[in-house]
């Protein structure tokens, strides 16, 4: 399939400054940016003057698909209330990729996703990154795993008080005891080689952490509270593993060491009531604060807390307390694309990418802007 996208003002989520050009999409991806491209013969043609052209938003922290729309307990797939630590689960297990809230985040120009386990347990298991159209979710993946859920403060120890858990020391020993006790199994297993016989009892907690400890994919940790944070961060080197920080909460209180570590932040979700102690300090202008500070700040709706559709009016929220416009739009398109270790694919309007465009008439920032279109793999999936 091949469209010509004529004529908008483009946002490419690289330059800061948007700019007027055609957009060629062929095969589900961007075949060419430009001013004046002619359409090939078998071209759809889509005009696009006097609208605004911006990359599929990203969210790089949702539970969509796993918190079904409409429903109690037969929807809510998104925790394992039985064991503080499963890192064998894995999210793409649990997804209904028929529940509505995908199709309400397509039509809202949210094209790709990361979903993925709670954070009640300590280790919760995997998240998969997808893309917002389909009705098989084995189709829609768009990474898998993305990295290894953990969480720290209230949840664990909300969930887990009157069974292991009732302290931040507690959680943080359960973490450390499990990376470590997966290390020695992935040494055991090493040093056997092909030799069976030698090799450890399969054990699948361990086996899922290989490849945190192998960095083939990160912590994804869970922290509101300046001190988890810190704790986090402190595992995450004692072990040598990469991480991401998500809800980042405190993250202003402490923007310059944060700038310092460098990590990927994904702050959210923040269109909500400060229903627990360690949100008291939550504010719309963490993600403002910490982009000058020169954080890689990704906001995140953590669908289905704040519903999925409205992630370009959290971004929009972070503008009106004072985030430069082009850091909020980054925060909804690439840098979480970044994020999640999926940016060679999705997260700006680049040629070669995949051709992932939403159409609007206005920034997507304002209440009041409509979304006029949305392409997924260059296939319109939604126009009003």
Not at 60 to 68: F, K, Q
Not at 105 to 110: I, K, M, P, S
Not at 140 to 162: H, I, Q, S, T, W
Not at 224 to 239: K, S, Y
């Amino acid at each position: 399939m091949t469209t010509l996208l004529r004529g908008g003002l483009v946002h490419d989520a690289v330059h800061p400054a948007p700019f007027q050009a055609d957009i060629l999409l062929k095969d589900g991806k961007i075949a060419a940016v430009g001013q004046g491209a002619a359409a090939p013969a078998d071209a759809e043609v889509f005009d696009a003057a006097g609208l605004e052209v911006y990359p599929g938003f990203v969210d790089a922290h949702t539970h969509i698909g796993l918190d079904g729309f409409g429903i109690g307990y037969e929807g809510r797939d998104y925790n394992e209330m039985n064991d503080i630590c499963c890192p064998q689960l894995r999210g793409i297990d649990g997804i209904n990729p028929m529940d509505v809230t995908f199709q309400q985040a397509r039509q809202a120009g949210v094209t790709t996703v990361c979903t993925g386990p709670g954070s009640a347990n300590v280790l919760g298991g995997t998240f998969v990154a997808l893309k917002t159209v389909g009705d098989r979710v084995d189709d829609m993946v768009l990474k898998n795993p993305v990295a290894m859920k953990c969480a720290f403060g209230e949840n664990p120890k909300r969930c887990y008080k009157d069974k292991c858990d009732s302290t931040r020391m507690s959680t943080a020993a359960i973490l450390r005891g499990a990376l470590a006790a997966a290390r020695d199994y992935g040494a055991r297993k090493a040093a056997a080689g092909e030799d069976i016989t030698k090799r450890p009892k399969y054990d699948p907690k361990l086996e899922a952490l290989l490849p945190v400890l192998a960095k083939q994919i990160p912590l994804k940790a869970h922290a509101h509270q300046a001190n988890d944070i810190f704790t986090a961060l402190r595992i995450a080197r004692e072990f040598g593993v990469d991480i991401t920080l998500e809800h980042v909460t405190e993250g202003h209180l402490i923007a310059g060491h944060l700038a310092k570590e460098n990590v990927p932040l994904a702050v959210g979700p923040t269109l909500t009531h400060a229903t627990k102690y360690e949100l008291q300090n939550k504010s719309w202008a963490t993600p403002g604060v910490l982009a000058a500070a020169g954080c890689r700040v990704s906001i995140i709706t953590d669908s289905t807390v704040i519903p999925q559709q409205y992630l370009p009016l959290c971004a929009g929220m972070a503008v009106k307390a004072g985030m430069d416009p082009f850091a909020a739009l980054q925060a909804i398109t690439l840098r979480p694309a970044e994020h999640i270790g999926v940016a060679q694919r999705v997260g700006s309007i680049e040629v070669g990418k995949d051709a992932d465009i939403v159409v609007t008439d206005g920034s997507p920032f304002e209440v009041l802007t409509a979304v006029r279109a949305v392409f997924i793999d260059g296939v319109l999936v939604h126009q009003a």
